[in-house]
């Protein structure tokens, strides 16, 4: 009996390293469906269009960092495909509405199963602006606002601002065609590029910290 017990403490390790491995494949699973399902960092028009061609159920575009993009560089083109003139929604000259308006009336009129979740707001005028839409991300400021507003005739009072029975009429949204590797490049822009990347490196550094959280684990494990 004395024998069995030091291969007995072996087998348990190497199932506890078994357990932690299948632990981490499936959180590698849950990233990967999560991403199929999810598309985050969406700052300029042409990433939206090529999720939804794609077929993911949610798009999620970013006000806040297209407007802070576009403040910063104050001149510069966002996006080639930027919109020249408006069909009526929201602040006329603010990117981030606008990327969420124009990614809403594409997505509705060619891929209405996909959804758009508007992300980046923090303003209570950026809620109202996008009003109707699938979903918003909200901070607790923002709701806050909203709930300390007066509303005469109630909530159902609000406008709607995005709705599939509006047409947004976006020619250039409208003619882009299949997105392929070579016109999302030429389609990407600075904001997108740079947004992206930041975007992608600020994932990748979180995965990262997590690394050696799990190395902790295995060795305690042993």
Known sequence: MHGLAPLLLLLLLLLLLLLLLLVLLLLLLLLLLLLLLLVVVVVCLVQGVAAAQAGVSVIQPNVGRARDWNNKHPGAIHEPMGRRRRGGFGAVDDPGLQLVERLYGYVKAYHPRT??????????????????????????????????????????????????????????????????????DAWLGPAGRQLLGAGVRGMVSDVEALLPYFGAMALRAE
């Open 115 to 184: 959804r758009v979740m508007a992300s980046g707001i923090r303003t209570k005028h950026d809620a109202l602006a996008l009003a109707g839409c699938d979903y918003l991300v909200l901070p607790a400021r923002v709701l806050s606002d909203l709930q300390d507003s007066p509303a005469l005739e109630g909530p159902d009072a609000v406008q709607l601002r995005l709705s599939p029975d509006l047409p947004i009429g976006d020619d250039e949204a409208d003619n882009l065609g299949q997105i392929d590797e070579a016109s999302f």
